[in-house]
């Protein structure tokens, strides 16, 4: 698949037909199992200031809050119970937190459940990556956010794209397996960078891929920037099914914010084939702010998408 062949998709094929076929690939690779993940938001503590995000370091208005072991391994046990597949281990990016501290917690946590561990820390040195890789995460999460050089420049003072390759290099070399992930409608992006943001992903050859809109949140500079659109973002969705058959996609929160059901359902429509349904406790859950109005996507609002949605899961 080329730029000019993801380009006809992305802007040019009717919805209907786009839906279809992704739906169609989506069950001829995956069959109709909907993989669900649990999702806890350990920490919110950011050194990153990216210019879209509430968690961002100069936001001070944001109460920090990070979970203890303790409480981190009682809700993996919670999520093993629940039935989910794995449990997503995401935080800012907190360079206090020392790789041989998250360690120990990633064995504990498979020797205790079982889970495979997946995790969503941000950029870390490749010895940090295989550090975690020997203490048995299997899965990485980390999102290129834009495919465009002089844009993520722009959005993330003080990073490159270029950074973010050699980390997604890294987790790729060393075996675990990768999700990337970009963000649709973030200002400043245009139809061409949508393109290659669906062309770095199949480049890169992620297993997983997680886009959402653009939302605005208003403690960032972006506060007055307009949303991006679902409707393109179900296409965006729909055209990386059909260029990444294989890949992992799931309807993201950010999706799911508008209408936490229906939107999730729609990302199944549109070639997903994964929801992640947060198990990050109540008291802390407002302080993961990442966007305004975030939807908290519980398991009860799953299984209900799931099943709206004529798709199967194994959550008990
Ligand atoms: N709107 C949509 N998605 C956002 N993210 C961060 N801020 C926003 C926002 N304002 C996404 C990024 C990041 C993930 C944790 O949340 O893609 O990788
Ligand atoms: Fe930090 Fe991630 Fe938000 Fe950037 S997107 S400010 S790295 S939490």
Redesign the pocket.
Known sequence: MRYNDIATLLFHTPLEDLLRRADALRRRHHGDHVYVRGLLEFGNVCICN?R????RHANTRLPRYRLSPRDILSIAETIAASGADTIVL?SGEDPSLPATALAPLISTIRERTGLAVTL?VGERPRADYALWKDAGATRY???H?TADPDLYARLHPGRTLAERLRCLDDLIDLGYATGS???VG?PGQTPEILVKDILLARALGVKMC?V??????AD?P?REAP??SVALTLRVMAVLRLALPHAYLPA?T?LATLDPVAGQRDGLRAGGNVLMPSFTPDKYRGNYR???NKACIRLEEVKEAITRAGRTHSLR
Not at 212 to 217: K, L, T, V, Y
């Open positions: 990216c879209y995000c509430g968690l995401q969503s999460l980390l999102k956010e992930g970009f963000i973030l997680g959402g809109p653009f939302i605005p949140q960032t972006l949303p991006g993201t950010a990442i966007y305004d």
